[in-house]
């Protein structure tokens, strides 16, 4: 086996299957000198479609592979990374990591590495993601653009399709394989003075979920009506949010979900005088937020790096906490069960629409996503960030006109303990960059004194 390319030449797919994965996992552990070894190998492709002023500006596609090598020695490791397959980088890459963990200090946390585990499977795989070519990022692309130009607008937007496949082996036998895809498609337009601009965004990893069209003829509605925004008064506000903007602070809290965090009196899940807060009502009754591998709108990854396995985790069950995140270090001192985060969010639902949201609303504020997000506190969660393309005012049950942009400073949890109405929860593109992000799927929520601080001349 000379290369790169002898790996790839068997398959359709631009990455290893598990067959090729294993093989490679153990040509490079039989090349180890070490106490023990962990390989991690993804591969895959990444294609992309950029589009600016109603035209494509840049397109590409871009294959590869990633082998990194732990190496430990003792209670030393160091890892090394190539993307060369062939036998001598591969000895090197091993080399390498051996020689950087002999130099590395000792870690008192460092554990054994795992031996052969049971792994769900997950089908978040889609071949309607992986066949998609440039003719056909150039097709969803002038979805947008056409309606876009002939309404005198001006759309502009980034798309992202992966297809690739992860896989973990140590010298204790495990070996854990996958194959999954992703595709997400954002749009913004404005109007041509400036004044107006209106955005929309989807992420799924079937590509066939999603519809360039509908979020082209949304993005341009919104920008229409964003022109010409007047300034309101920064306070705090009943606001509608829909479901991205919730999207946005909500997979915050995943984050902050660490046991370690939380034991050592560091995060908003730390119980004063001290242990967690699971076990106690922290958000409203109707707040049920749960990951899952295999959750048919946001699948997830199956395992985590080192091999740990994911499974189907409530966080927080009407309101209560339930769970926090174990590391495998933390779990052995503290006698809990070590999990991996799939990478997945899924926020319970209610059956009110934002049109009914926004007809209960006497005064308040629509917002349709929130940018720039930054912590501020993270013992309460608290982040600050904007409003973005298309805010507007609500009075009487409508809306009424668009709003200038606001900062605000919120923490999903003040937010989830001041819902008022909830909707049915969908797949967001919740991630700043436009691509596929983090699975997060959320429905819109009527929130109560959700906290403005300045205004910002911002578009």
Do not use: C
């Not at 399709?161 to 140590?170: D, I």
């Not at 609303?361 to 982040?383: A, K, N």
């Not at 900062?407 to 967001?428: D, H, T, Y």
């Amino acid at each position: 086996m000379s290369g790169p390319r002898s790996l790839f030449s068997a398959v359709a797919a631009p990455h290893l299957s598990r067959e090729q994965a294993q093989a490679l996992t153990t040509r490079v552990l039989g090349f180890s000198t070490a106490d023990e070894m962990r390989v991690n190998v993804n591969s895959g492709s990444t294609a992309n479609t950029r589009f600016a002023v109603n035209q494509v500006s840049t397109a590409g596609d871009n294959t590869n592979v990633s082998i990194t090598v732990r190496a430990v020695f003792g209670k030393k490791a160091g890892s090394a990374t190539t993307n060369r397959l062939d036998d001598e980088s591969l000895r090197a890459v091993v080399k390498r990591a051996e020689s950087l963990a002999r130099l590395a200090p000792e870690d008192p946390e460092m554990l054994p590495e795992l031996g052969p585990q049971t792994y769900l499977t997950s089908s978040g795989y889609s071949a309607n993601t992986a066949n998609l070519d440039p003719a056909g990022r150039a097709r969803a692309v002038q979805a947008i653009t056409e309606p876009a130009a002939a309404a005198g607008l001006i759309a502009t937007g980034y798309m992202q399709a992966n297809t690739g496949s992860s896989a973990v082996a140590t010298s204790r036998g495990l070996f854990a394989w996958a194959e999954q895809t992703a595709s997400s498609l954002t749009t913004t337009v404005r109007t041509t003075d400036g004044t107006g601009s209106g955005w929309a965004g989807a992420t799924h990893h079937d590509w066939s979920r999603i519809n360039p069209a509908e979020l082209g003829a949304r993005a341009i509605d919104k920008a229409k009506r964003s022109a010409n925004p007047v300034a309101v008064e920064p306070g705090r506000y009943t606001v509608v949010l829909e479901p991205t903007a919730v999207g946005n602070l909500v997979q915050l809290i995943a984050g902050a979900a660490q046991a370690r965090a939380a034991d050592e009196g560091r995060s908003f899940f730390s119980k004063p005088g001290g242990g967690t807060k699971i076990g106690l009502k922290v958000v409203d009754e109707r707040v049920t937020l749960l990951s899952d591998p295999l959750d048919a709108d946001a699948y997830g990854s199956t395992f985590g790096g080192d091999g740990l396995p994911t499974a189907k985790m409530t966080w927080i069950e009407n309101g209560v906490v339930k769970n926090l995140a174990y590391d495998r270090y933390w779990a052995q001192q503290k006698g809990a069960q070590a999990s991996a985060f799939s990478g997945s969010l899924r926020m319970m639902g209610g059956n009110s629409s934002v049109e009914e949201m926004i007809a209960s609303t006497e005064r308040g504020l629509l917002v349709t996503r929130l940018w720039y997000i930054r912590p501020v506190d993270p013992r309460t969660i608290l982040f600050t960030g904007l409003t973005r393309d298309g805010t507007f005012l609500i009075e009487n049950g409508k809306v009424t006109r668009a709003v200038k942009n606001l900062r605000w400073n919120e923490s999903p949890i003040f937010m989830l303990n001041n819902i008022e109405a909830m909707g049915a929860p969908v797949r967001v593109s919740a991630s700043e960059d436009g691509g596929p992000g983090q699975a997060v799927v959320v429905p819109p929520l009527k929130v109560r004194d959700f906290t403005f601080t300045s205004l910002s001349d911002a578009v």
